[in-house]
């Protein structure tokens, strides 16, 4: 897709402020104030023109349709079913919908939520070590427990919500543009694809991932706004300020790596030497449906040092090479394959995406869509670790800074949280007790 038309459209505009503002830099996001030389009304005019522009770009170039139905989860589904349904269907996640009778007709009827398979066994694990359960857990295969241990392995899709959140449904129709789906992933932190519903149906066809959207922005560099934020190097963007660097040494086990990914919410922890604090690999959520692969490492994780996991797995899980992918069968490849749970092109744990302070934006960028990693490691020269870059901090630089995608309560996000039966509360969604 060639971006330049679409910024020659709107440079052509009849508004004659429009050719001007169409270049300026949004950097009101990334300096301090008394540093911005522009007036505040060439800021929301600079906003106003980045957001026009993403407003031009359509979703559908990386909307991979599915041939096949996407695979739902219902509140009265117990969570052993919904984890061996993942499992078996190879998917990472799945909507939650709510049973209800409509006249509406309308999707937000039905479709109330998002579930990811690495946040019910991350529950499940937590569950067991509550209830003491390690004299039965230990002898067993993780799902052999949940078969064993009714009040873990019965517990309902829709009970889940009173222990940790589900992600939030928040969709997208067919032709929406990439302005929409970029302020839904930068403002949502527990939001990790956007689903695509057909409006004459309702039902699920596609889903946009954070990996997608980076390649629809890349596609944007030579461009003046897009090279202007992407230029700079990302020691300006102080990306290591929005949030607390957690790492685990290599010599403390799974379950402690386990433990981090529940509790900090995380989609990856990093894995360092003690003695070196150097790198030297990470653990995802996407690694956890390993547990379910190897009876003998859910038994060990307690005593499996984590370093030596890496080592181990690392091989299991390397990507294959293909050097005949074209340019078209890639762009489905990253809109798809990080629906797979079992995904053999993600980075091996051994090999996490690094880069160094002095690197580009646009050099992270294309060393994720590359690597179709999530995340980016900051190391020093001398490789030990700084900060972390995740897709959403990416995004959030590109979101125009004039828009404001929090929930609220307000517009089309009341109405679909008042007909889910969820509310707002604290600035986060909830289901209502009933």
């Known amino acids: 897709m060639d971006f330049s038309s679409i910024s020659t459209i709107l440079n052509d505009s009849t508004d004659g402020h429009k050719k001007e503002v169409i270049v300026l830099s949004p950097t009101s996001q990334f300096e301090d104030a008394s540093c911005v030389c522009t007036s505040s009304r060439d800021s929301m005019a600079s906003g106003s023109a980045l957001q026009s522009f993403l407003d031009h770009i359509s979703i559908d170039p990386i909307t991979n349709f599915l041939n096949t139905s996407v695979l739902e989860l219902k509140l009265d589904d117990c969570i052993q079913d919904a984890i061996r349904s993942l499992y078996e269907r190879n998917v990472f996640g799945a909507p939650i919908v709510n049973s209800v009778s409509s006249d509406r007709g309308n999707f937000i009827d039905r479709d109330i939520g998002f579930i990811e398979f690495s946040s019910m066994v991350l529950w499940s694990l937590e569950e067991f070590d509550k209830a003491s359960a390690e004299s039965k ?38 032709g929406d543009s990439l302005l929409r789906v970029l302020l839904l992933f930068s403002k949502h932190r527990r939001l990790k694809v956007v689903p695509v519903v057909e409006s004459s149906n309702s039902c699920v066809v596609s889903f946009i991932t954070q990996n997608a959207v980076l390649q629809l922005l890349l596609q944007s560099s030579g461009l003046d706004w897009f090279d202007q934020i992407a230029d700079m190097p990302i020691s300006d963007f102080g990306f290591e300020k929005n949030r607390a660097l957690v790492c685990i040494f290599g010599d403390q086990t799974v379950a402690d790596a386990l433990h981090i990914l529940w509790e900090n919410h995380f989609d990856a922890v990093p894995v360092i030497g003690r003695v070196t604090k150097t790198l030297i690999g990470f653990v995802r959520r996407s690694d956890i449906y390993l547990l379910l692969e190897d009876d003998e490492l859910y038994q060990n994780r307690k005593s499996f040092k984590v370093g030596d996991f890496i080592k181990s797995y690392t091989r299991r899980t390397i990507p294959d090479s293909d050097s005949s992918i074209n340019e078209e069968s890639s762009t489905l490849q990253v809109s798809s394959a990080p629906l797979l749970l079992k995904n053999n092109q993600l980075p091996p744990m051994d090999t996490p995406t690094t ?40 995004m959030s630089k590109f979101s125009p800074p004039s828009m404001d995608a929090t929930i609220d309560g307000g517009g089309f996000f009341q109405s679909a949280l008042e007909q889910s039966g969820c509310h707002v509360e604290d600035g986060v969604m909830v289901r209502d007790k009933h």
């Not at 160094?356 to 995340?375: A, G, I, P, W, Y």
């Open 137 to 174: 857990s230990d002898s067993h295969g993780f799902l052999s427990m949940l078969e064993q241990i009714s009040q873990i392995g019965q517990t309902k899709v829709g009970e889940l919500a009173k222990f940790f959140l589900w992600e939030p449904f928040f969709p997208a129709s067919p």
């Open 355 to 394: 880069n160094l302070s002095s690197d580009s934006l646009k050099h992270v960028m294309q060393d994720m869509l590359e690597s179709k990693s999530e995340c980016s490691f900051v190391v020093t020269e001398s490789g030990q670790l700084q900060s972390v870059i995740t897709l959403r901090d990416i």
